[in-house]
């Protein structure tokens, strides 16, 4: 084997980089070591400046890209934001609650309780909202003798095993958001004042406006029909309307004081009553927790009852009367695990209200008045879902000076049982 000089190794690389360049570049080969060495350094320019027009291009190439990607990114993200804004426009959101329970009486008188509401609520879009929902109601009653009192005296009656099935249309509104502080609703919704002593009703066709004074106060002012006929009744109605409407309207304003602290104060009428009224709610110490109400209706003329459930039963008072709650609360059963426990005491005279149907306390408070006291306890089973026991001790309150045929109403013991178990969702 040959051995070559550092010299010739050195002449036969630079030959064989030349023969490469000119293989890669295309082109002959030269004619001469001097040529071969001008095409080499040729190459090696020409190589130079086009791997830089390479990298400039390529460069350019992604600068474009970039761009694009950016350019397409905020259409993407603008068309979220557009979707989520038709979502919201256009999609229903459903809520709704269910309750069953079993209440009996110790007029020899119980039930069985099944009810549901599905509510439906959408914005419509430039601060328009609308907001639908049913009641669907189903009481079974117990076989049973009631005694009840009357003008004087008591008598007892046997009732048969019945049901009722009815549904209610609660809610049917629009309402407009001028701005942060003012909203109006139109339609047919819930009424609700305070604890809801004499207000807190759902199927009241009214117009409703809400206006926020300051963060910490608001005012409410309502007018309207008290309607609350139900869209499908199955026990025969022997009067055609099946009720009379009055006119309902009021003016309620609140304050807070802390998230856990308010006070409020009303007026209003439901022809041809007029009530005036204060409620609020308060911590003491730790979980415990006060809330009350006092209303009085200041009309002295009670009309007789008619055929269309409107009037009084007992009649002939020349005086205002009065109704209040008072609740000692301990905790509050709102998330699994939790749960509460309430001392109240509720009075309520006879003919305090014509129809005791848009109180919150109507399975108590009834032409007859009412006045005892009761412990709830409370426990949330989920965060959603509640079982409650509710015992009241109390008797009728009959006024001296409400009277039919010249005869005072009779005393008679009201007490009352009734456990029952609600969710929502």
């Known amino acids: 084997m040959h051995s070559f000089s550092g010299k010739r190794k050195k002449m036969l690389a630079c030959m064989v980089a030349a023969g490469l360049a000119v293989n890669l570049a ?12 001008e095409a080499g350094n040729g190459v090696e320019t020409g190589s130079k400046q086009s791997v830089e027009a390479e990298i400039i291009d390529l460069t350019q190439r992604l600068n474009d890209l970039e761009s694009q990607l950016k350019t397409v990114k905020k259409s993407e993200t603008a068309t979220k934001e557009q979707l989520k804004k038709n979502n919201k426009k256009e999609n229903v959101k459903w809520s709704g609650a269910t309750k069953s329970g079993y209440w009996a009486d110790s007029t020899g008188y119980a039930k069985l309780k099944s009810e549901f509401k599905l509510y439906g609520d959408a914005d419509i879009g430039d601060g328009y909202h609308v907001n639908m929902g049913l009641k669907f109601k189903s009481t079974t009653s117990e076989p049973s003798w009631v005694e009840k009192a009357g003008a004087g005296k008591k008598s007892s009656s046997y009732k048969y095993s019945s049901e009722k099935n009815k549904i209610k249309l609660e809610a049917a509104n629009v309402s407009k958001e001028f701005n942060k502080n003012l909203m109006l609703r139109v339609g047919t919704m819930k009424a609700e004042i305070g604890e809801g002593l ?3 009703k759902g199927a009241v066709n009214a117009v409703l406006a809400e206006y926020s004074v300051t963060p910490r106060d608001w005012v409410q002012i309502c007018y309207g029909r008290d309607s609350q006929d139900y869209l499908v009744n199955d026990i025969a109605q022997n009067t055609d309307p099946a009720s009379q409407t009055r006119l309902l309207k009021f003016i309620d304003y609140k304050h807070s004081f802390s998230k856990d602290a308010f006070a409020g104060i009303y007026y209003g009428s439901q022809q041809p009553e007029k009530y005036i009224g204060v409620y609020g709610e308060a911590p003491l110490t730790g979980k415990f927790w006060v809330a009350g109400e006092y209303v009085r209706n200041m009309n002295n003329d009670k009309p007789a009852m008619n055929g269309y459930s ?5 009649t002939g008072a020349k005086a ?8 000692l609360n301990y905790g509050k059963a709102k998330k699994a695990g939790t749960w509460g426990a309430t001392l109240e005491w509720l009075e309520a ?3 305090i209200f014509m129809d005791s149907s848009y109180t919150s306390f109507d399975d108590y408070i009834d032409s007859y008045g009412y006045k005892g006291f009761a412990t709830i306890l409370s426990y949330a089973t989920s965060n959603n879902s509640k079982l409650q026991l509710l015992r009241y001790w109390g008797s009728n309150n009959p006024v001296s000076n409400n009277l039919k045929s010249g005869k005072a109403m009779a005393s008679q013991n009201l007490s009352s049982v009734y456990v029952k178990f609600t969710t929502k969702f």
């Open 198 to 200: 004499w207000l807190s």
């Open 26 to 37: 295309g082109g002959m080969a030269p004619a001469s070591a001097q040529e071969a060495k």
């Open 310 to 314: 409107y009037g009084y039963d007992y």
């Open 320 to 327: 205002g009367t009065k109704a209040y709650v008072l609740d």
């Open 349 to 351: 005279d006879q003919n």
